[in-house]
């Protein structure tokens, strides 16, 4: 599976950009997905998750801004960030988990990371 992230640019603060993830095979039958974000020199920190188990979930400094949502027959998960900070800024990456072993695990597939810097 390959995922491709898109939609990380330069803003403002107080702006919005929408992160698209587009997989190269059908999401439909995917339970879990999210997104992280990695700022410099620091760790790949969740974001934004859709779990099977879970309702969605999201990490507290972004709750009330950002909204992870799915369009399975575009086979592509977003990410909407509204009222950015500059401490937003960061690589975000997109991930699904892939049922394998015949359902005993799940494989995580990682996009390639699109940049969103925010300025003050």
């Known amino acids: 599976v390959q995922l491709q992230a898109s939609g990380g640019g330069l803003v403002q603060a107080g702006g919005s950009l929408r992160l698209s993830c587009v997989a190269s095979?059908?999401?439909?039958?995917?339970?879990?997905m999210g997104w992280f974000r990695q700022a410099p020199g620091k760790p790949r920190m969740m974001v934004a998750a859709i779990t099977r188990n879970s309702p969605i979930t999201y990490t507290d400094s972004v709750k009330g801004r950002f909204t992870i949502s799915r369009n399975n027959a575009k086979n592509t998960l977003f990410l909407q960030m509204d009222n950015l900070k500059p401490e937003d800024t960061a690589v975000y990456y997109c991930?699904?988990?892939?049922?394998?072993?015949?359902?005993?695990?799940?494989?995580?597939?990682w996009g390639q990371g699109t940049l969103v810097t925010v300025s003050s």
């Open positions: 991930h699904i988990d892939v049922p394998a072993g015949g359902g005993s695990h799940l494989v995580r597939y």
């Open positions: 095979e059908s999401i439909a039958m995917i339970n879990d």
